[in-house]
């Protein structure tokens, strides 16, 4: 499976927004040249991820962006879901978006081996991403959230 830039970009944003949490607003121009993304790409990124309630934005002198929540409560799998959608790498295994196979032969069975293998790869991606808080993730840590 395979996270699309749009995702690098916004982990590598929080990471910065997650340091300053509670400290100081960042303008976009600011995180963009720190991390080296395109501040065109970033602000269509960061009003995502405004929409779904994980920043806050102030505009004009001053403003900028800021975590709403704390870091310690926002995981990877959140993040990505948001940008990415399901982690799921087939629709029939997906808890967020399920999608029943139209033209698979097994879809009608109990054992479907490609379900079967695919609950697996999609279970240990999000039992690794959503145990990932953003406060983890900008530390460098290598402990999951319990």
Known sequence: MRFSKKSEYALRALIELTEQYNRKLLQRHEIGRRQNIPVEFLEQILLTLKNAGLLASRRGVGGGYSLLKSPDSITLGQVIRILDGPLAPIGCVSKTAYQKCKDCP?????????????????NAIADILDNYTLSDFAAGSGKRAS
Do not use: F, S
């Not at 054992?111 to 695919?118: A, D, K, R, T």
């Open 106 to 122: 097994h879809a009608d069975t109990r054992n479907c081996p490609i379900q079967h293998v695919m609950l697996g790869v999609r």
